[in-house]
């Protein structure tokens, strides 16, 4: 991977509009996969194929030019997974975030990319009281998350108790385990509280809170941002498919 101080910007040409993107040199895998890609000139000629409003615009499926619309679109790739790369919360899903998409975590627990399919955040602006209870759930899922995987590091003492029906035994691993979870949760509090900075784009420009550190955020829209809302706003089917196509024509590094 490349070291550099100055940051890529890339020119996308859809058939609604240009969209001029920067690459984070903070997600090295992510910028030099897609250099790569655009110097190969994989993008140009392939479809928006889901758009979701108040969501996401998503493109990148490898086997969407040219498709008719009867085709199913969503799993063309090319068959490698770029490593996630959170540079958490310094990059977030704001609105115009440039993001990997990726394939579930029952699937792929490391949270790995896709090699080529990407979405650029829309989302939607967020009150104060919505915002705190993202926290609120996000704390939840932190603690359970915990917990799991106490269980899992345990799993050896639950099995052999439940196995010779010690009852009281299984009560003082519950309760030690919930107990260690509380520490854990309380000394990582900070990991489910918003910054100041999200906060204030979530209630301003918007974006999707609940994909944060769940996604890699690589790049972000710097013009064409009406561009964005263009494409999110086309109508749609029931597979979320733009009923008349939107088209990556070309994208280009601009030096």
Known sequence: METQTKETQ???KTSLGNIRLKLYNETPGHRDNFIKLVKEGTYNGL???????DFMIQGGDVTSKDAPMSKQLGAGDLGYTVPAEFVYPKYFHKK???????????VNPEKASSASQFYIVTGKVYSDAELGQMEKQK?????QSIFARLQKENSAKIKAAYQSGDKAELAIIRDTLIGKTEMEAEKRKDEAKLTAEQREAYKTIGGVPFLDNEYTVYGEV?????????????????QDRPLENVVIETVEILE
């Open 10 to 12: 890339v020119l996308m």
């Open 47 to 53: 479809l928006f194929h889901r758009v979701i409003k």
């Open 96 to 106: 115009g975030a440039l993001s990997a998409a990726r394939t579930g975590d029952e």
């Open 139 to 143: 704390e939840s899922r932190l603690k």
């Open 222 to 238: 710097l013009e064409g941002l009406d561009i964005v809302d263009a494409i999110q706003n086309v109508k749609t089917n029931r």
